[in-house]
């Protein structure tokens, strides 16, 4: 592969796996840094590694100049970020793409509940603050949550035979693909720091999400709204994940719904 190879981390998820569709479609090789890699093809390679133990990292980037950091999860974002800034500084890395989260400089996680709940913010915001501080040039994008997210979520409740709802929590989802192609955009352009947030087109309440599931599947619920106790449920309540002001995206949670579940006839 040539020296421009673009490294993806991540590149087997929901988001990863659609950054690396646009990217070959824009005739970019790409190396995928995965614990359990693909089948390599014409401008497609893998490398295994585990960015929780920093096994393969350094093979991952090993002539790689730009990075779309894509890999994530629930717990341990920062070290991930960790293990990939270390490998990193020895390349002279030119761009270091992350993806991160809306709130996740706004929702305070304590101990607790807070903890066990949202700790997923205070993980993406360590992540954040590594990049930023790792000497290597970044742009750092902040997504709200996508709609494959959101879909998981309302399957799961929607097995229960009464849905519980966290009362006052809105969303703002997003397709996952447009927030690869504003990723995209990001990694051919130069290192722009923390960049403005991108949001899908519309601000939801949590039971409007789950009734338009609710609606599409033909299934008939009872919705009970619960108070979440803590600071971070409050910041939540006060909007802390969303960003009307850059409501980009346009494919609206009923239109994605109509593309991804089979519909029942009314
Ligand atoms: N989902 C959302 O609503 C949302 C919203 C905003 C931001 N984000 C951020 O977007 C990123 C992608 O989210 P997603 O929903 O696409 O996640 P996903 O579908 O769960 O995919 C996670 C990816 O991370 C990789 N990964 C996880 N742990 C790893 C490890 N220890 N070492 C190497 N790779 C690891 C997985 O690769 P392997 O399993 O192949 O190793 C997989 O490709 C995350 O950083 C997430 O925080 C997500």
């Known amino acids: 592969?040539?020296?421009?190879?673009?490294?993806?981390?991540?590149?087997?998820?929901?988001?990863?796996?659609?950054?690396?569709?646009?990217?070959?479609?824009?005739?970019?090789?790409?190396?995928?840094?995965?614990?359990n890699?693909?089948?390599?093809?014409?401008?497609?390679?893998?490398?295994?590694?585990?960015?929780?133990?920093?096994?393969?990292?350094?093979?991952?980037?090993?002539?790689?100049?730009?990075?779309?950091?894509?890999?994530?999860?629930q717990k341990g974002d920062d070290d991930k970020a960790r293990a990939l800034v270390r490998a990193v500084r020895q390349e002279g890395i030119r761009h270091l793409v992350h993806i991160s989260v809306v709130g996740a400089d706004?929702?305070?996680?304590?101990?607790?509940?807070?903890?066990?709940?949202?700790?997923?913010?205070?993980?993406?915001?360590?992540?954040?603050?590594?990049?930023?501080?790792?000497?290597?040039?970044?742009?750092?994008?902040?997504?709200?949550?996508?709609?494959?997210?959101?879909?998981?979520a309302v399957r799961a409740l929607a097995k229960l035979p009464v849905i519980p709802s966290?009362?006052?929590?809105?969303?703002?989802?997003?397709?996952?693909?447009?927030?690869?192609?504003?990723l995209v955009e990001l990694a051919f352009g130069r290192p722009s720091g923390l960049v403005p947030d991108i949001g899908g087109p519309r601000i939801y309440a949590m039971t409007e999400l789950i009734r338009g599931y609710l609606a599409r599947t033909g299934k008939r619920r009872p919705i009970v709204q619960?108070?979440?106790?803590?600071?971070?449920a409050a910041a939540f309540r006060a909007g802390a994940n969303l960003t009307p002001e850059h409501a980009v995206?346009?494919?609206?949670?009923?239109?994605f719904l109509t593309e991804r579940v089979e519909g029942v006839r009314v």
């Not at 619960?226 to 971070?232: E, I, K, L, T």
């Open 1 to 35: 592969m040539t020296e421009f190879t673009i490294l993806v981390t991540g590149g087997t998820g929901t988001l990863g796996r659609l950054v690396v569709a646009r990217l070959r479609d824009a005739g970019a090789n790409v190396r995928v840094l995965s614990r």
């Open 37 to 73: 890699p693909g089948e390599a093809s014409d401008g497609l390679e893998f490398v295994r590694g585990d960015l929780a133990t920093g096994a393969g990292v350094e093979d991952a980037v090993r002539g790689i100049s730009t990075i779309i950091h894509c890999a994530g999860s």
């Open 106 to 152: 706004k929702i305070p996680v304590s101990r607790g509940v807070d903890r066990a709940m949202f700790g997923y913010f205070d993980f993406k915001r360590k992540a954040e603050e590594i990049v930023r501080e790792s000497g290597v040039p970044y742009s750092i994008l902040r997504a709200t949550q996508f709609h494959d997210l959101n879909l998981t």
């Open 166 to 182: 966290p009362g006052g929590f809105r969303f703002q989802p997003i397709s996952a693909d447009e927030v690869a192609e504003r």
């Open 226 to 232: 619960m108070r979440m106790p803590g600071r971070a």
């Open 249 to 255: 995206g346009t494919q609206s949670w009923e239109d």
